[in-house]
Every structure is written in C-alpha cells, then in structure tokens.
C-alpha cells in the first residue's frame, strides 16, 4: 500500500480519462438504486484489491460524451436515487467525474444523490489540489480509507475493512471533523459465518 503526502499525486498528471465499467440500476454501491461509473487508475496498491485491473490509467475505454448523456438518462428515472463513483480511484479522475457531477447537479439539483468510495481519507483530501476539494465538495457521501487487508471484515456495510467510514459530507462540512453517515448499519454475522453455521 502507498501513502501519498499532501498534494503528491495530480489527478492532471496521471488520469488518461478513461472509464473501466459502468453499471446502471444497481443495488451494491450505496443506499437505493443506483447508477455507477468505474474510472480506470489507481495508485494505492493496496494488498488484497478486488479490482486490481483496474489500477491500470489506461484499462477500459475512454469516457465519452454519449457515456454521460446515458448516465443522466438513466437518473431521470424516479427510483434510481443516485450515482455512485468507485474505480479506480475517482479523485485522481477529476476531469471526468467533476464533468458528471456538474452535469448531475445542473438537470436534477440535489434530488439525486451522488456517493464516492476513495483510498484517501477525508481528512487526507482536506490537504489536497484544488480540483480535488472541488469534487469533495460537490458529494454527499463519501466511503474512505485504504483498504487494509488485515482489518477485512465482511459484516461491514458498503465497506471491505474496519478503518473506512462512510461519511456524511454536508453534515462533516457543519461540524467541521468528520462525520459518520447517520444511516450506517453493519450486519451482526457475514455471510461466510452463516455458511459456516449451516
């Protein structure tokens, strides 16, 4: 696993702007029905990714004007509640989600939700670039932290290992520290106890 200092890696010096996968009308990446975009790039390296393909800036396609016309046809539907970035690593594609994210805001205001999942922490992209704090500022959820192999935990919610948070953004904005999503429900017992007990 890597460990940046503040303002180290520039989204401008290493995103190729391309996309890994995008997935509309889902139900694992955050709270409702959502729609969700992959960027391609990520340079934590953290041991036991599940997506380590797409560390590559390169992996996938490039994202697309027609990618994104089709991400706000898919959120005007009434039960898709929001959208979702993941990667990859979202803030080091700025240029692409902040297009998305502005796009979002400006046809549906704030009736949709938008959450990120980022190996940073928010305290971490409080010390970041510019373009950085713009995107953070333009999400409601964010899901943070490296993900750290020996701290793995399957009875999490929306979170592979116990040092990430899901957080709310407007209220951590208030507050001034960070803030833990008021929703956030880990389960008693995984999934593979369960097998187990069986």
């Not at 996938?60 to 990618?67: D, N, V």
């Not at 990859?88 to 009736?111: I, M, Q, Y």
């Not at 959820?141 to 116990?162: A, H, M, P, T, Y």
């Amino acid at each position: 696993m890597r460990n940046p200092k503040p303002q180290e890696w520039k989204a401008n010096e290493y995103s190729q702007n391309y996309i890994a996968d995008y997935k509309a009308f889902n139900f694992v990446d955050g709270e409702g029905i959502r729609n969700s975009l992959y960027v391609s790039g990520c340079l934590f390296a953290c041991e036991g990714c599940f997506n380590k393909a797409v560390q590559n800036f390169r992996y996938g396609t490039p994202f697309t004007q027609e990618l994104e016309d089709r991400i706000i046809e898919d959120l005007r539907h009434e039960y898709v509640q929001g959208l979702t970035l993941l990667g990859g690593e979202p803030f080091l594609n700025t240029t692409v989600c902040l297009k998305v994210v502005d796009r979002v805001r400006a046809e549906f205001g704030h009736s949709k939700d938008i959450w990120s999942w980022s190996g940073y922490t928010y305290e971490e992209l409080l010390l970041e670039t510019p373009d950085k704090l713009e995107l953070l500022s333009k999400i409601d959820i964010l899901v943070d932290g490296r993900f750290e192999l020996s701290k793995r935990n399957l009875n999490l919610q929306f979170r592979g290992s116990s040092n990430q948070r899901i957080i709310d953004l407007a209220a951590s904005r208030e507050q001034g520290k960070a803030v833990i999503w008021a929703k956030c429900k880990d389960a008693e017992a995984s999934y593979e106890q369960i097998k187990k007990q069986i």
